[in-house]
């Protein structure tokens, strides 16, 4: 059964960092253009990053994190991995990892499935 886990969230102080990792089980992430996406209570789901599929490394960010975030592959242990710097406060959020067919229209290239995990909850706040 295909799985994917995201960890490494948490509660941060603004302007600290966190480093979000996504895992794969009986998947192979490096031929798919995988996104981080961000939903917060109320709100529907919103892109964050994303990475192309299958050798091509191009990489997208909404422009609300671009310079801060920085998306990434470790093609030997299958994760992606969202670095997170000069985190802002704003409401709890699940962030998800996916390689959903909306990264397709962020610049980001590869194969896509319809596949989610659980989340992880990243909180900003003083």
């Known amino acids: 059964q295909v799985q994917l886990v995201e960890s490494g969230g948490g509660l941060v102080q603004p302007g600290g960092s966190l480093r979000l990792t996504c895992a794969a089980e009986?998947?192979?992430?490096?031929?798919?253009?995988i996104g981080w996406f961000r939903q917060a209570p109320g709100k529907e789901r919103e892109g964050v990053a994303c990475v192309s599929g299958s050798g091509d490394n191009t990489t997208g960010y909404a422009a609300s994190v671009k310079g801060r975030f920085t998306i990434s592959r470790d093609k030997a242990k299958n994760t992606v991995y969202l670095q997170m710097n000069n985190l802002i406060p704003e409401e709890p959020a699940l962030y998800y990892c996916?390689?959903?067919?909306?990264?397709?229209?962020?610049?980001?290239?590869?194969?896509?499935?319809?596949?989610w995990g659980q989340g992880t909850q990243v909180t900003v706040s003083s």
């Open positions: 009986r998947f192979m992430l490096d031929y798919y253009a």
């Open positions: 996916s390689p959903d067919p909306n990264v397709l229209g962020w610049g980001c290239r590869g194969r896509s499935q319809y596949y």
